[in-house]
């Protein structure tokens, strides 16, 4: 039976700018099973990534999470991320949870050895002595397939390619074996042959480490390569979630299947490719019926007036979409 | 047959590097090694390699922004490799350029109609009126409001400043259109819009593209042909269906297997290329790719493998494709 390590429920987080509040993030709920990888997908703006940030209490002022828990399940307890003291959060982030991002190079320190990075997390965390630390550390940069290992240890990042940075952050995201791995967009800077090699390292890492992880992408591909489950956001809220072999299968939301169809795959030979008709919605565009009703090409009237809900359609598929929702009705 | 509409032969360029800032040691930095290419009139040749292949620095050594350090460029049977500015102005009215990031590569300060219609000032076509007429039909044509001409850049979307970028490109009427990662900055929803849109042009117009781009399959989708590139060099080329079937080349083999395709029933696992593309100016002897190719055998350090025919218009250059 599958095991709830991470249950967000109703997570709200907006800026404040001078040209008006954007609600980047409006009412997202999603559970990450222990062990199980949930990739979340959607387009630049769709919060995807300040649904990130604010669990991992990374939002800053103008932003600010105005709503929502986020328990972490661990060693018996469950704690609210977002009501946590600092103290108690200094714990947790860094050791029981981690996060990568798109862009090593922003992450790593540049006048800092990465051997230092690395062996920092494990020093304050594990209470390593220095020699076990940089035992420790040597282990993960050849353990994430760092050539070399021991003596790179006292390189700087910018020594290091772009796969290889990121190689390092994952070293270092993983040093405390982490409950949950946060990963927003890890692969997307990388060259494909470096993706695919990034993409396996995470998968051997769970596999040997039993750590769940949270995939942040706009790429459909990298979700088919590594999610367990795939939640579909748009403008700010998840329009569908489910297993993935179903959102690649039978995906529900027009949204979704217009997003799966639209993409170009190697050996199909089209003329032209389906698309999906305007332009992604601005931040600060709010409507009262559903986001994607202006592109949608199964609008009925109530999806202007009205915003449906995600509803569990099947076990485990759950789908925002009046039309959809109906049909499935209709199929009982 | 269709004509030949471009072809580079044995085009180099190469750029002087230093291994370290101040006082490391000088190289040469061959970033367009020998490559021979050719583009048919109202066809689609693609371009695919991972970053600092080259295929960018190709581009624009085509379109002699970059002067070559070798080889020559043959455009509509003229040789415009040495070409002063004066000689090449007609023919650059003839090969125009979309560029990856369409808002860096519109005029911030210039309205859409100024942006669309400036390459029609600069080359003196036309009357103000004849060119604003022309303007709007462009915008039209693109999917854009003719209204929309007296707005700015930074009001648009990134996929509607794309098609700014691409009306401008097609207001002298080229003949070549050189689309350096055209939708690699676009969301997804918008990508397959624009890449319509492209092949509805090039019907339309009767345009040639050189389709550049590190995604094989959006590649694929636009190209009749496809050339691969590693370090400067092309390892092989061929029809598009031949390239993704069956690739030859041990490279292009590791470039498709690692697509991450969007079915979760088929994932890429670990027989992947190996290792990371060496450093500037540490090129391998021999074969560039043998540093990661799994067939490497003593001969790919000592022989570089030419360019040969494997198959119907289909070439390699590895000694065991």
């Known amino acids: ?332 | 047959m269709t004509e030949t509409l471009l072809q580079t032969i044995e085009l180099t360029k190469s750029f002087p590097v230093r291994r370290a800032p101040f006082g490391g040691k000088r190289v040469k930095h061959v970033a367009v090694d020998r490559v021979s290419l050719s583009v048919r009139e109202g066809e689609t040749l693609g371009l695919v390699g991972e970053s600092g292949c080259g295929k960018s620095t190709l581009a624009l050594t085509v379109m002699r922004l970059y002067e070559p350090t070798g080889g020559s460029i043959v455009f509509a049977g003229q040789d415009i490799t040495r070409l002063d500015e004066r000689a090449l102005k007609p023919v650059r009215r003839q090969m125009q350029m979309v560029f990856q990031d369409p808002f860096a590569s519109l005029d911030p300060r210039l309205t859409v109609e100024e942006i669309v219609g400036e390459p029609l000032v600069i080359h003196k076509t036309g009357t103000r009126k004849e060119r604003a007429a022309a303007v709007e039909r462009l915008l039209e044509r693109v999917g854009l409001d003719a209204g929309d001409v007296h707005r700015y850049p930074a009001e648009f979307s990134g996929g509607q400043q794309q098609r700014i970028g691409i009306a401008r490109s097609l207001a002298l009427r080229p003949r070549l259109l050189i689309c350096d990662e055209p939708v690699s900055a676009l969301d997804v929803s918008v990508q397959a819009q624009i890449l319509n849109l492209l092949r509805d042009l090039q019907d339309e117009f009767r345009l040639a593209y050189l389709f550049i781009s590190h995604n094989i399959a959006v590649t694929a989708f636009m190209s009749r042909r496809i050339g691969v590139m590693y370090l400067g060099r092309v390892v092989e080329v061929g029809a598009s269906k031949q390239i993704v079937s069956a690739p030859r080349h041990p490279y292009t083999q590791a470039l498709v297997a690692a697509v991450p395709e969007p079915d979760p029933s088929r994932r890429v696992d670990e027989s992947g290329v190996r290792g990371d593309v060496p450093d500037i100016g540490l090129r391998p002897s021999g074969c560039a790719f043998r540093t990661r190719c799994p067939l490497a055998e003593s001969r790919c350090e000592t022989e570089e493998p030419q360019l040969r025919r494997v198959g119907e218009g289909h070439e390699a250059a590895c000694h065991f494709a």
């Open chain 1, 1 to 332: 039976m599958t095991k709830p390590l991470l249950e967000v429920a109703d997570l709200k987080t907006q800026f404040n700018l001078e040209q008006g509040v954007i609600r980047a993030v409006n009412g997202v709920s999603f559970t990450v099973d222990e062990g199980s990888v949930l990739g979340i997908v959607g387009e630049s703006g769709c919060g995807k990534s300040v649904t990130a940030l604010s669990i991992m209490r990374l939002v800053e002022p103008p932003g600010r999470v105005t709503s929502g828990k986020a328990l972490f399940h661990d060693g018996g307890s469950a704690r609210d991320l977002l009501a946590l003291p600092p103290s108690a959060l200094e714990d947790i982030l860094g050791n029981r949870i981690s996060m990568i991002f798109q862009d090593p190079m922003t992450s790593l320190n540049p006048v800092l050895t990465v051997g230092y990075q690395i062996m920092e997390p494990l020093r304050v965390h594990r209470r390593l002595s220095r020699r076990e630390a940089r035992d420790e550390a040597a282990r993960l940069l050849r353990r994430v397939g760092i050539p070399g290992a021991r003596e790179r240890l006292d390189d700087y990042p910018h020594q290091f390619s772009g796969g290889m940075r990121q190689r390092v952050m994952i070293a270092m995201a993983v040093a405390c074996k982490p409950k949950l791995l946060i990963a927003d967009e890890p692969t997307t800077a990388l060259d494909v042959t470096i993706q695919a090699q990034i993409l396996n390292l995470l998968r051997e890492l769970k596999r040997e480490l039993g750590t769940s992880v949270v995939i942040i992408t706009h790429d459909l591909g990298v979700i088919a390569q590594i999610a367990d489950r795939v939640a579909v956001m748009y403008a700010g809220r998840m329009v569908e979630e489910a297993p993935v072999g179903e959102i690649f299968g039978t995906p529900r939301h027009p949204y979704t299947r217009a997003l799966v169809a639209s993409i170009p795959r190697l050996n199909e030979w089209h003329e032209r490719l389906p698309t999906i008709e305007g332009t992604p919605p601005r931040p600060r565009d709010e409507r009262v019926g559903c986001a994607f009703e202006p592109r949608c090409p199964y609008r009925i009237p109530r999806c202007a007036d009205e915003r449906p809900s995600l509803v569990e359609l099947s076990a485990g598929h759950a789908c925002a979409c009046w039309v959809a929702g109906e049909d499935a009705q209709g199929a009982r």
